[in-house]
C-alpha cells in the first residue's frame, strides 16, 4: 500500500500550506488516514486524524485552531491545511494510514498504523 505526501515547503510565520496524503490505484475504505511530523533530534508526533466513522476529527494541542485535515472522497486524497504556521511546526509530515478497528485511545500512536508515506518537509521561518 502506498501513501504518497506532497505539498510541503518554506514558508515565513503566518503563511499557509497544504498538505496532501495521496493513494494511487488503492482504496482505504478499512484504513483511516492521519498525519504526523518529525522535527530533527524530536520523536514522531501525531497532528490530526479522523474517527473511525470519519465523522469527527482529532488534533495535537499544539495544532489545534491552526490545521484543519480533511478528505476528499472521490479522489481518494486527505489534506492537511495548516494556516498561522510558527517556526515550531518545522519538521518533516507523514502522512499515516491505520486499521479501522484501532481503537480510539491508541489512534494518537505512530505503532498503530500500518502505512507510512515518505514525508514532505516543512519548513517555516521566522
Known amino acids: 500500500v502506498q501513501l504518497q505526501a506532497s505539498g510541503g515547503g518554506l514558508v515565513q510565520a503566518g503563511d499557509s500550506l497544504r498538505l496532501s496524503c495521496a493513494a494511487p490505484g488503492r482504496t482505504f475504505s478499512r484504513y483511516i488516514r492521519g498525519w504526523f511530523r518529525q522535527a530533527p533530534g524530536k520523536e514522531r508526533e501525531f497532528v490530526a486524524t479522523?474517527?473511525?466513522?470519519?465523522?469527527?476529527?482529532y488534533y495535537a494541542d499544539s495544532v489545534k485552531g491552526r490545521f484543519t485535515i480533511s478528505r476528499d472522497n472521490a479522489k481518494n486524497t486527505v489534506y492537511l491545511q495548516m494556516d498561522s504556521l510558527k517556526p515550531e511546526d518545522t519538521a518533516v509530515y507523514y502522512c499515516?494510514?491505520?486499521?479501522?478497528?484501532?481503537?480510539?485511545?491508541?489512534?494518537?500512536?505512530?505503532?498503530?498504523?500500518?502505512?507510512w508515506g515518505q514525508g514532505t518537509l516543512v519548513t517555516v521561518s521566522s
Open positions: 499515516a494510514a491505520r486499521s479501522s478497528s484501532i481503537i480510539l485511545s491508541a489512534t494518537r500512536r505512530p505503532l498503530s498504523y500500518d502505512y
Open positions: 479522523f474517527s473511525r466513522d470519519g465523522g469527527t476529527t
